[in-house]
């Protein structure tokens, strides 16, 4: 996975309070969703950082806004070039693997997230932040889950990304850059 550096700031700041994806009104909101990382972007005020994620095949956008004390080097986390971290060493040198990270809700919490491991026969769950369950998928190459309803309640459409960045563009005086 490869982090992108093509999000901007002020319109994702100004959009992560929208929230309602209807494209997809059709689906059970317990169906599952991939996500891959589009991005981690800063917030201007250093306070948090934005880790964006982005519904595999389609163009529909997830963001989790990540408090600065868990976001320090979440950029280089996420690389997938990165070293793997000491949590990912340690479920691999006791026989595990990461089989897959499920975000439960787009807030930060503890429980935000749920990792799915495996050792041998038996399977294992564990709650998790996001960011840090997102960054533990990335190092052991696993795949990244939400549900339907999480991306119809937090996600953001390419429609709603649009009209985010034109009043951003509007605000600044130039003009806005299409998804």
Do not use: Y
Request: charged share 25%; proline share 7%.
């Amino acid at each position: 996975m490869r982090v992108s550096a093509s999000l901007s700031i002020p319109w994702l700041v100004l959009v992560t309070g929208l929230a309602g994806i209807s494209a997809h009104a059709a689906a059970p909101p317990t169906a599952r969703v991939e996500l891959e990382v589009a991005g981690v972007l800063p917030m201007p005020e250093g306070a948090a950082s934005i880790l964006v994620l982005r519904e595999k095949g389609a163009k529909n956008l997830l963001p989790l806004v990540v408090p600065g004390a868990q976001d320090q080097d979440l950029g280089r986390r996420l690389r997938a070039d990165a070293a793997p971290g000491l949590l990912a060493e340690t479920i691999r040198a006791l026989g595990g693997r990461v089989r897959e990270v499920e975000i439960a809700s787009a807030d930060e919490g503890p429980g935000g997230a749920r990792v799915r491991l495996t050792q041998g026969a038996r399977r294992l769950e564990l709650p998790g932040a996001a960011s840090e369950s997102v960054a533990l998928a990335v190092s052991a190459g696993a795949p990244i889950f939400t549900s339907r309803r999480v991306m119809d309640e937090s996600g953001l459409s390419p429609e709603e990304v649009d009209r985010a960045r034109e009043r951003a563009a509007a605000r600044e005086g130039g003009e806005p850059q299409r998804m």
